[in-house]
Nanobody, 130 residues
């Protein structure tokens, strides 16, 4: 069983919305610092949004601020990414990830750095067409 499993990707027209979901598995699984990233071929993985699950503190990259919203359902061990006003440049493989360390300071300062994350899902593809 994969520790993190993304779903919700697909094809959508410009201006549309998608909601991605990330399911965490395993007993006594404290999520800690969770984030969404995306990557297109030939480019580095880009941090989009982070949530410190103990407090709900959220951090966003400027490229998606005001359009994307990260949220969680701790009881269900789920993390979501609501994406609105989608643009063609949002087309990418989207990944859910869990940080190496689950404290608030680490999450706040390293939350958009892919090198700070140890566990990754398989990804879900998002395609935005005009």
């Amino acid at each position: 069983q994969e520790p993190l499993l993304e779903s919700g990707g697909g094809s959508v027209q410009v201006g549309g919305s998608l909601r991605l979901a990330c399911a965490a598995s395993g007993d006594n699984y404290r999520l800690g610092c969770m984030a969404w990233f995306r990557q297109t071929p030939g480019k580095e993985r880009e941090g989009l949004a982070t949530i410190y699950t103990d407090t709900g503190l959220e951090t966003y990259a400027d490229s998606v601020k005001a359009r994307f919203t990260i949220s969680q359902d701790s009881a269900e061990k789920m993390v979501y990414l609501q994406m609105n006003s989608l643009k063609p440049e949002d087309s990418a493989m989207y990944y859910c990830a869990q940080a190496k360390y689950g404290n608030a300071g680490y999450c706040r300062h390293r939350g958009l750095d892919p090198m700070a994350f140890k566990t990754w899902g398989q990804g879900t593809q998002v395609t935005v067409s005009s």
